[in-house]
Nanobody, 125 residues
Framework: QVQLVESGGGLVQPGGSLRLSCQAS????????MGWYRQAPGKERELVAT???????NYADSVKGQFTISRDNAKNTVFLQMNSLKPEDTAVYYC???????????????????WGKGTLVIVSS
């Protein structure tokens, strides 16, 4: 019912920047928190940053001051601006959203966590 589609990944040189986007689509839903996670080769998925519907943000210590998360509520879109990229930022970046889905059956509102398929970011010279 709700889908997330990421874009903006690619190959970038160390010190470069990328901007990831993730748009949610579907019907009869609203979005609470959105966020970005990443999974590097051979490692577990980890939190990068989250943002609530009122704009409160949270960042992993490893990206504070380097990445900025933002969202456009009208377009159900979340962004991740990544600056001063390092080889260790290489990973698949996944978009995540905690949604509320409105339905005609009981209960009228249910919670739903949705993941995107990921977008690959490679930082290499």
């Amino acid at each position: 019912q709700v889908q997330l589609v990421e874009s903006g990944g690619g190959l970038v040189q160390p010190g470069g920047s990328l901007r990831l986007s993730c748009q949610a689509s579907g019907s009869s839903f609203g979005i609470n928190a959105m966020g970005w996670y990443r999974q590097a080769p051979g490692k577990e998925r980890e939190l990068v940053a989250t943002i609530t519907s009122d704009g409160s943000t949270n960042y992993a210590d490893s990206v504070k001051g380097q990445f900025t998360i933002s969202r456009d509520n009208a377009k159900n879109t979340v962004f991740l601006q990544m600056n001063s990229l390092k080889p260790e930022d290489t990973a698949v970046y996944y978009c995540n959203a905690y949604c509320r889905v409105y339905q005609t059956t009981y209960p009228p509102v249910r919670s739903l966590e949705v993941w995107g398929k990921g977008t690959l970011v490679i930082v290499s010279s």
